[in-house]
Every structure is written in structure tokens, then in C-alpha cells.
């Protein structure tokens, strides 16, 4: 069984400053992938990244990268700029097979609500 | 390029009515799959359907099923509604691109129980 942990209930940034959203994973498979979205007060999940297992540089996209840490089994969210529109609940998540169908279901975490204060 | 899509916005039944969500995936997208989101939970896996076959399920009890229509748009039905069925129902589509898959979501479907 997969597993994801965000222990950040909540975290708090300053307008143009980075932040970094934790995220760890717990799984037997050797294959999986990585995914952060993000989810506005509106409900909509938006994908913002993913990271493959077997992917040996850190994705990165625009403002977003994460930080894959493989022997640690972590997948940091690092936010880069931050802006007050990044004010949502991230979610981390992970899929049991990095190269091709995820067999139907993502597992999630709890979440990590991020306020940008102005 | 039109995303996922979800009917109704939101929904109102009391305990024991049936609901039905519905849901449109993206264009060329042959997968479908719901999740509910209960006020404090994380996102829970219901159910996944691909090629008009349901392929996997969470550990819901049957009163939630489905089905996929030929263009791929999918049905959720909830049986028997209860106070704790009371979330937002999000259904997502999926692509695999470069070998690996992404899941797509709609802006979900509040069900409130009363």
C-alpha cells in the first residue's frame, strides 16, 4: 500500500518569498510517480508537477520544483516568488507506476493549506 | 482545449434520496475516475472507469457506483444517502503523456445531505 504524509497542516509566506511544502511518501513499489496540485478555495484541483521515480533531476515548472529526495522517500514542494494567488490547499500525491497507467487511483495526502501575506 | 467537466455545481438531497453526478472528461481522454473530498479529509478514491469497464474501486460500500457512456462521460450514483456522504465529489480524466499519467480535474459537485 502507498502512503503519503504532509505534515504541515498550514504555513505562511511572505509576498515574493519562497516557500518549501513537505511531502513524504511510504511505498514497496519500485516504480511510481510523484504529483503536487493545488487546490483553490473554488474546489478545482489544478497538476502543477510531477516527478517520475526513476527521474534523476528534480522537475521543475515555472514558479514550481520539486525536491526529490529518493533515499529519504521525500517530494518537497518549493514555491518560488510567491504570489497571493498561491493562497490555496496544496496536495501531494503519488501513483504506483511511473511509467504508464497509474491502475486506476492516485493516493493523497492530507494537504497543506499556504497563506501569501502581502 | 476544454477541461473536465461536472454537473451539477452543487446538490441538495435528504437522507435516503439518490444522487446523481456526471461528468464529461477531456477530449480524447478514455479514463474517468472519482474521488470524494469529505470537510477535513484528504481526497478518497471511489472508483475508475476506462473503456466503458469500471476498472478499480476504493473501499466504498456499493450503494456508490457508476457507469461510462460510450463518449466516455461517466455517472456517479449514490444509493441510499446518508448524513456522511455530505462532499465534494471530484471526477478527473487522464492522458498518459511521455509515458506517464496525469489525472485532470473538474471543479467537483458539493453534495450536501440533509
Known amino acids: 500500500a502507498q502512503k503519503i504524509t504532509q505534515t504541515q497542516p498550514g504555513m505562511f509566506v511572505q509576498e515574493k518569498e519562497a516557500v518549501t511544502l513537505d511531502c513524504t511518501y511510504d511505498?514497496?513499489?519500485?516504480?511510481?510517480?510523484l504529483f503536487w496540485y493545488k487546490q483553490p478555495s473554488s474546489g478545482e484541483m489544478i497538476f502543477l508537477i510531477y516527478?517520475?521515480?526513476?527521474?534523476?533531476q528534480n522537475a521543475t515548472e515555472g514558479r514550481y520544483s520539486l525536491n526529490f529526495q529518493k533515499a529519504r522517500k521525500s517530494a518537497n514542494l518549493v514555491i518560488s516568488a510567491s504570489q497571493l494567488g498561491d493562497s490555496a490547499m496544496y496536495f501531494c500525491?503519488?501513483?504506483?507506476?511511473?511509467?504508464?497507467?497509474?491502475?486506476?487511483?492516485?493516493?493523497f495526502g492530507q494537504g497543506t493549506i499556504l497563506t501569501v501575506h502581502p | 482545449e476544454a477541461g473536465v467537466t461536472q454537473s451539477p455545481t452543487h446538490l441538495i438531497k435528504t437522507r435516503g434520496q439518490q444522487a446523481t453526478l456526471r461528468c464529461s472528461p477531456i477530449?480524447?481522454?478514455?479514463?474517468v475516475y472519482w474521488y470524494q473530498q469529505a470537510l477535513g479529509l484528504g481526497l478518497q478514491f471511489l472508483l475508475w472507469?476506462?473503456?466503458?469497464?469500471?476498472?478499480n474501486r476504493g473501499n466504498f460500500p456499493p450503494r456508490f457506483s457508476g457507469r461510462q457512456f460510450p463518449n466516455y462521460s461517466s455517472e456517479l450514483n449514490v444509493n441510499a444517502l446518508e448524513l456522511e456522504d455530505s462532499a465534494l465529489y471530484l471526477c478527473?480524466?487522464?492522458?498518459?503523456?511521455?509515458?506517464?499519467?496525469?489525472?485532470?480535474f473538474g471543479p467537483g459537485t458539493r453534495l450536501l445531505v440533509l
Open positions: 500525491a503519488m501513483s504506483p507506476n511511473a511509467g504508464g497507467t497509474s491502475y486506476g487511483k492516485l493516493t
Open positions: 478527473a480524466s487522464s492522458l498518459i503523456t511521455s509515458g506517464w499519467e496525469t489525472q485532470y
Open positions: 516527478q517520475g521515480s526513476y527521474d534523476e
Open positions: 511505498t514497496s513499489d519500485q516504480s511510481y510517480g
Open positions: 477530449s480524447g481522454h478514455t479514463s
Open positions: 472507469y476506462d473503456e466503458g469497464e469500471e476498472r
